[in-house]
């Protein structure tokens, strides 16, 4: 009976050992904080770029459609222009349009005022694609690095956890828990800042490669306007706007007669 009681008491003044996400970033220090912090930066970063440049992706493409159904009804390309939005890359390629076409009749050449327009439309489309790949690298960056950087605390994390055993003298589980979690916690971590900009990378390259495709139709599609004195242009798609109806006119209540009260009395 004494063996119990001996035993209860050693069990009730041993201490307890604490263990999870808050206790093991304890354990690692102001290094695993710090490699902590750096992740949740590259995280939001990614999150941030990710929905910011779909948004900016879905504006253009939702612009097309007005190109398709309203430009080319235009008769001309500056009232074309006039349909599109200021601030959209199909404006900014339409009014180099505009200006290559006014220019190009100051060249002696043909041809180089061919060059001359097809090359002010290519200059246009590079600087529209430079603008649409804004902030993939850093989707790209992230990708590659995070896993390293919770490598790096994974590291850190098995090394802590040997010196502790050295310190020790034994293996114990409550020597070596705290460290080794706050490596496994890294991993993760690392993977889960990884993995998410790995995929918005590649989603948003292949979207905007599908909007490079119609920005060089849409430059074709100008170049050849152009040369052809506006004989060629494309086939307009979908149905014309409808027109506003008109105001119908007040009607206006038909006048009273005039009485002459003293008439009326004679």
């Known amino acids: 009976m004494n ?23 304890r354990e ?16 939001v970063g990614s999150f941030y770029i990710m929905f910011t ?12 459609n007005t190109v398709q159904t309203q430009f080319w009804r235009a008769s001309t390309l500056k009232e074309g222009a006039t349909k ?19 220019e190009h009749g100051k060249m002696t050449d043909s041809l180089e005022s061919h060059d001359y327009m097809h090359g ?19 989707l790209a960056t992230v990708g590659a690095t995070a896993p390293f950087v919770g490598l790096l605390g994974t590291v850190i994390g098995i090394y802590r956890a040997l010196i502790n055993i050295g310190i020790a ?9 705290g460290p080794v979690g706050e490596a496994l916690i890294m991993t993760a971590i690392g993977l889960l800042v990884a993995v998410p900009a790995v995929f918005a990378f590649n989603w948003l390259q292949s979207r905007n490669r599908k909007i490079a ?36 006119p007040v009607a206006t209540p038909p006048a009273k007669p005039v009485t002459n009260p003293t008439l009326n009395k004679s």
């Open 3 to 25: 063996l119990y009681l001996l035993a209860a008491a050693a069990g009730e003044a041993a201490p307890e050992s604490q263990f999870g996400f808050v206790e093991a970033m």
């Open 28 to 43: 690692g220090g102001p290094v695993a904080w710090s490699i902590l912090a750096v992740m949740i930066i590259m995280s």
């Open 53 to 64: 440049k779909l948004f900016e992706q879905n504006k253009v493409m939702k612009q097309y």
């Open 84 to 102: 599109l939005d200021k601030d959209g890359p199909w404006r900014q390629l339409a009014d180099d349009a505009v200006r290559a076409q006014d």
């Open 120 to 138: 002010s439309l290519q200059r246009s489309e590079d600087s529209i694609n430079a603008v649409l790949a804004g902030g993939l690298p850093f």
């Open 169 to 177: 003298g034994n293996a114990s589980i409550d020597k070596v828990a």
């Open 213 to 248: 495709a119609m920005l060089n139709t849409f430059s074709t599609d100008l170049l050849a306007y152009i040369n052809s004195n506006g004989a060629v242009k494309p086939t307009v798609t979908g149905a014309a706007p409808a027109a506003k109806p008109a105001a119908k």
